[in-house]
């Protein structure tokens, strides 16, 4: 039996060169191919596939809130996040989402449809190069403190926002503040946590929130 796979991506060529690598697997079925966050919301949930390629830099919606939305109503789903973009806040909020996997674009020709196959099989399969900053994020022995305690709840409720993968503007529009005032924010989040990233504060905020 083939497996159905969906893809969100908003780049018309890239989307079809997609598509006919998809095509050409007997292995994997070709459910739909969407050009936005908004369309792919509204139309793979009654299409139930079990994989989906998925861009990060959507129109409006960005490809991370829109995994994290379709894991909710999928939460079988398998992503791999297809992108240009390779710095590791993005890597790491894409996996927080829900993502499974992680490829840059410029691999996706080489290893798009063995990287479908990884995820199939239990794998979390991610482009060579960035997957050490990952392993390094997941694996550090730092000890869980109770820094985020110290945190006002302003600043507790920017950090969730940044956790579900939302760009500093993105936050600002959402809290109805200038885009100043929140890296103000962001900069006394980092020094309430002794973080000097994003990504770091994420981590360390993750470690020590309840579930």
Do not use: W
Not at 196 to 202: F, V, Y
């Amino acid at each position: 039996m083939r497996s159905g796979v969906v893809i969100v991506e908003d780049d018309r060529a890239v989307r079809e060169n997609l598509a006919a690598l998809i095509t050409m697997d007997e292995r994997l079925r070709l459910l739909g191919a969407f050009g936005s966050a908004e369309i792919a919301l509204r139309e793979i949930p009654a299409l139930q596939p079990a994989l989906a390629v998925m861009d990060i830099n959507l129109p409006r919606m960005n490809g991370i809130e829109c995994v994290a939305r379709l894991k909710l109503q999928l939460p079988s789903l398998l992503v791999l996040m297809l992108t240009v973009y390779e710095d590791d806040d993005s890597v790491f909020r894409a996996l927080k989402a829900g993502a499974s996997g992680y490829l840059v674009k410029r691999d996706a020709a080489e290893k798009l449809l063995q990287a479908l196959q990884e995820l199939q099989h239990g794998g979390s399969p991610m482009s060579a190069h960035i997957a050490r900053p990952v392993v390094h994020f997941f694996h550090r022995s730092e000890a869980p403190v109770a820094d985020s305690e110290r945190l006002s709840p302003r600043e507790s409720e920017i950090l969730d926002l940044l956790v579900k993968g939302l760009i500093l503007k993105e936050v600002a529009d959402q809290l109805g503040i200038s885009l100043e005032t929140v890296r103000t924010h962001v900069n006394h989040i980092y020094q309430k946590l002794h973080v000097r990233s994003r990504t770091e504060a994420i981590v360390k905020y993750l470690r020590q929130r309840p579930e």
